[in-house]
């Protein structure tokens, strides 16, 4: 009788891991990643913090960028990101969102240790750095896929974490819904305006992604906290008819709108030209026009980021609670409340 192997199924088999780890990526249990974002590096240098920082008060050198989940249902051209290690679904062993907390901090830790060595390393930042206290659930894949995410939010924020940034494609909407804690931000993100081009350029894996994706947008329409709607720029791809978002805006109702340069990096070089990455004015034509095409209007801008951000005139309101970009002073003190808010909730829910 002939013995056959069969690899266990995990999401990160070991040839996908050494691949991801000689990228710099850090993998925490069997389907996390951590990573050290070049703003990171650049605050520690003093020399440039990343335009969440302008925007919305976070630290780039206290950011803890992550992802539980390394995999994806979209295989997206303009994605920087090595998309051949995604699987379809989730698949393998699910982590206890404690120990991904924990793991991630741990190997952030050990990635920024050798970075303090560096000699234009700010000293004070570098111990500063050692605590992060945002996290940016968004490093790779889409973070909703993993089963236990609504945990997950509240394990940071009960960890102490002052601001918890998620970034979703959309394509997992019952993640959403689940979402008892929500995060200080949701951001939405968004490249096509139609079925067509979302098929073309998005090239999701599972059925029924695009109607998922406007589930989504219309499902954070109420959702209890600041919602973005980040539009990547592409030239040549979705940047001629602005007005094309309309009716997606008219969904979502985002608070803020980010229209954002696609950057030519990473595995999309592979796929898109360097003519596809608009420069800071084009990006900036193109939310004008959004913004004479909605009510919205321009709130902030970050050259180099290549970003415009569009704000609501008017207010969202959701059971009485008025959500509505203000300025970064005002959004600070948003922050803060609602933090202390839900630190409140976990205590009586622990209690
Ligand atoms: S928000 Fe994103 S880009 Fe900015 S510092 Fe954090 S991980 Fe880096
Ligand atoms: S959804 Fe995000 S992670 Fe997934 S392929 Fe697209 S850009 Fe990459």
Known sequence: MSLVLVEQETQLPEHKRERLEKQQYRLVGNHSAVKICMWCK?????????????????????????????????????CWRDTSVFSTGWVGPVDEPKDIVDNCIGARY?????????????????????????????????????????????????????TVFAVTSGTVPETIRALDIFPTNIYLSVEAWDKEMYTKYCIPVIPDAWEKFLESAALLKSAKTRTIMRITCMKGINMDAPEKFRF?????????????????????????????????????????????????EIAL???????????????????????????????????????????????????
Not at 148 to 160: A, C, D, T, V, W
């Open 301 to 351: 801008s970050k050259v180099g980021s290549d970003v415009v951000m569009l704000r609501r005139k008017t207010p969202r309101i959701v059971d009485c609670t008025t959500f509505i970009y203000e300025g970064l002073d005002k959004e600070k003190l948003r922050q803060q409340q609602f933090v202390k808010e839900i630190v409140a909730k976990l205590e009586v829910k622990n209690a």
């Open 42 to 78: 650049e605050s520690i240098r003093g020399k440039a913090e990343c335009y969440k920082n302008d925007f919305y008060g976070i630290p780039s050198h206290q950011c803890l960028e992550m992802s539980p989940a390394i995999t994806c249902n979209k295989r997206c051209k303009h």
């Open 248 to 296: 997606l805006v008219d969904i979502m109702q985002p608070d803020v709108i980010e229209c954002k340069a696609y950057a030519w990096m990473g595995y999309s070089r592979q796929r898109l030209l360097l003519d596809n990455a608009p420069d800071y004015g084009e990006v900036d034509a193109f939310a004008r026009r959004l913004m004479f095409a909605t009510n919205y």
């Open 110 to 162: 050990k990635l920024l240790l050798g970075f303090g060595g560096h000699p234009s390393a700010d000293r004070n930042k570098v111990e500063e750095s050692f605590v992060p206290k945002h996290a940016a659930i968004s490093l790779t894949g889409e973070p909703m896929m993993y089963p236990r995410y609504p945990e997950l939010i509240k394990e940071f924020f009960s960890r102490g974490f002052t």
